[in-house]
């Protein structure tokens, strides 16, 4: 099981270090919208099951789209019950709930700034700010909803806290101040407001519907066939699988969203020296949410990472890193390919922001993978099952 990792040490010394300390890294996000401030307006209006309902199709919606069970305010005013991921449809959206929550919302706000002098600019400003904000309704193990109680309601308070205040809805219309914690939301509906950080990224599940050569999560997937003997010893890479081992953020802020980049020159087939510059490496890159009850699962990925791995390509570059955002900067690296008996470095600038949580970075050469190819290896915190077909 470790002697995959343990074949690609060496290779380390040809890429560029960063700092991999997985404790120095902390998660912002600036925002003129106060999470609690956003809590306490859902506390105050009357959700009933109609509500709780919309919120768990948006969220059931986002998790089958291979997000995180997410509700964002900016689907929730323009097109209320749609996910993440899904395509929008304001119009049709807005006839599946006869009193969408972002009505009673709406009228919360107005309500609240009805004193003031304004003509009720005040209350459009801090709707527009609130529709078009990164917040958030994620609510953890929505599975576990009985169809009948109401949720308690808290907020991010960032610092990695494990437990918050929250705001406990009743049935008969009361509101009640307890401290919640992951446990609760395990055996009760809780709605955690905090800031959305996938969104803007392609999941595998949306990848594979607009190629098929992205493969199904454990079925087939489209490979070059192999009919002369040179296109014969052409392979594939596929990850056929992945488990991520623990946790990395506060349970208020989400599942874990770990983004696996290879870097690699495909269809390598250079016959003279001036064919080599013609080449230039290819980057696979795409996000993996770990939701928080799959933690210690293996899930079923079967997905391509190199698409044409020819016999004079020596190697690939593979990091996996956990996303908590920051500036935008990039590993350094490099791949070799064989021409004539000798070898051929390309640089390789794999994206990361300053803040990720650096999983595992290093050099994957043909021999090992092809060594070890369809056995679980470990790569840092997570568990991964590569193949070469």
Not at 42 to 66: F, R, Y
Not at 253 to 268: H, R, S
């Amino acid at each position: 099981m470790w002697g995959l990792t343990a074949a690609l040490v060496s290779a380390l010394g040809a890429c560029e270090p960063l700092d991999d300390d997985l404790h120095t890294h902390t998660q912002t996000k600036a925002s003129a919208i106060s999470l609690e401030e956003v809590a306490q307006l859902l506390s105050s209006v009357p959700i009933g099951t109609q509500q709780m309902a919309e919120v768990q199709d948006a969220a059931t919606s986002s998790a089958g789209n291979g997000y995180d069970e997410e509700y964002r305010m900016q689907d929730l005013f323009l097109a209320p019950g749609t996910g993440v991921g899904e395509e929008t449809d304001a119009t049709k959206a807005g006839e599946r709930y006869e009193t969408p929550l972002r009505d009673l919302l709406s009228r919360a706000v107005r309500d609240r700034f009805a004193t003031k002098a304004d003509d009720g600019a005040e209350a459009e400003a801090f709707l527009d700010s609130l529709s078009g904000s990164d917040v958030q309704i994620y609510w953890p193990y929505l599975e576990n909803w009985d169809q009948e109680s109401l949720p308690v309601i808290t907020f991010d308070p960032g610092d990695m806290a494990l437990q918050n205040v929250g705001y406990e809805l009743r049935s008969d219309g009361s509101v009640e101040k307890v401290m919640v914690d992951e446990a609760m939301a395990q055996e009760r509906p809780v709605w955690v407001v905090n800031y959305n950080a996938d969104a803007r990224h392609r999941t595998l599940e949306l990848l594979r519907r607009e190629d098929p050569s992205w493969g199904q999560g454990g079925g087939d997937i489209v490979v070059r066939p192999g009919g002369t003997k040179a296109e014969a010893d052409i392979k594939t890479l596929i990850l056929r699988s992945f488990k991520a081992k623990r946790q990395y953020d506060s349970w208020f802020c989400g599942g874990a969203e770990f983004f696996i980049k290879v870097g690699a020159v495909e269809d390598f087939n250079a016959t003279t020296e001036a064919e080599l510059r013609l080449y230039q490496p290819s980057i696979t890159d795409f996000m993996v949410v770990v939701r928080r009850k799959q933690v210690g699962e293996t899930l079923k990925l079967n997905t391509l990472l190199v698409g044409e791995w020819t016999p004079q390509l020596d190697n690939c570059a593979l990091m996996i890193v956990e996303d908590d955002g920051g500036t935008r900067t990039s590993w350094k690296c490099s791949v070799t390919g064989k021409y004539n008996s000798k070898q051929y470095g390309f640089e390789i600038d794999l994206p990361l922001n300053s803040r990720d949580d650096i999983v595992w970075r290093g050099s994957l050469s043909r021999a090992a993978i092809e060594k070890y190819s369809g056995k679980v290896s470990p790569f840092g915190d997570v568990e991964v099952v590569l193949e070469l077909i």
